[in-house]
């Protein structure tokens, strides 16, 4: 499934709009050549593109699919079969089960964020495929 990306123009006076779609094609042979109509570019001081995902669940299902821990210090990967309903801390035990040198020290991260042994896979929107990353926290002043 693909998604649909909008691009969204802000003028300085903060005005925010969507300009209507371009077809992308090229003309035929012997046709004149067709410039676009840029005009609502003119004054545009920054610009963002909106993607909008197809309809569908966000969460995923509650069946079983597979996430995979990377340890950048040794460069592993290990796949796990889990569930939506699932917590993180369910995951890291499952873990320290395949590396129990990192009890007492495994901290994950998902989408560049940490996560809390609390939360389950459904509520961070995590789908099958994902990669959770080990760090350490350097404890000091």
């Given at each position: 499934?693909?998604?649909?990306?909008?691009?969204?123009?802000?003028?300085?006076?903060?005005?925010?709009?969507?300009?209507?779609?371009?077809?992308?094609?090229?003309?035929a042979?012997?046709?004149?050549?067709r410039?676009?109509?840029?005009?609502?570019?003119?004054?545009?001081?920054?610009s963002?593109l909106?993607?909008?995902?197809?309809?569908?669940?966000?969460?995923?299902?509650?069946g079983?699919f597979e996430?995979?821990?990377?340890?950048g210090?040794?460069?592993?990967?290990?796949?796990?079969?889990?569930?939506?309903?699932?917590?993180?801390?369910?995951?890291?035990?499952?873990y320290?089960?395949?590396?129990?040198?990192?009890?007492?020290?495994?901290?994950?991260?998902?989408?560049?964020?940490?996560?809390?042994?609390?939360?389950?896979?459904?509520?961070?929107?995590?789908?099958?495929?994902?990669?959770f990353?080990?760090?350490?926290?350097?404890?000091?002043?």
């Amino acid at each position: 499934m693909a998604a649909t990306v909008f691009p969204l123009l802000c003028h300085q006076d903060n005005v925010c709009f969507s300009p209507p779609a371009y077809e992308t094609c090229e003309p035929a042979k012997g046709d004149p050549q067709r410039t676009p109509d840029y005009s609502h570019f003119v004054q545009v001081i920054h610009s963002t593109l909106k993607v909008h995902e197809p309809l569908g669940s966000p969460q995923p299902s509650n069946g079983a699919f597979e996430v995979t821990v990377y340890n950048g210090t040794d460069n592993t990967k290990i796949p796990f079969i889990m569930k939506s309903t699932d917590t993180i801390g369910k995951l890291k035990k499952a873990y320290i089960k395949k590396r129990p040198h990192m009890i007492g020290s495994l901290n994950l991260v998902f989408n560049g964020k940490p996560v809390h042994a609390e939360k389950t896979l459904g509520e961070l929107g995590v789908k099958t495929g994902a990669t959770f990353i080990t760090f350490q926290r350097c404890i000091g002043g």
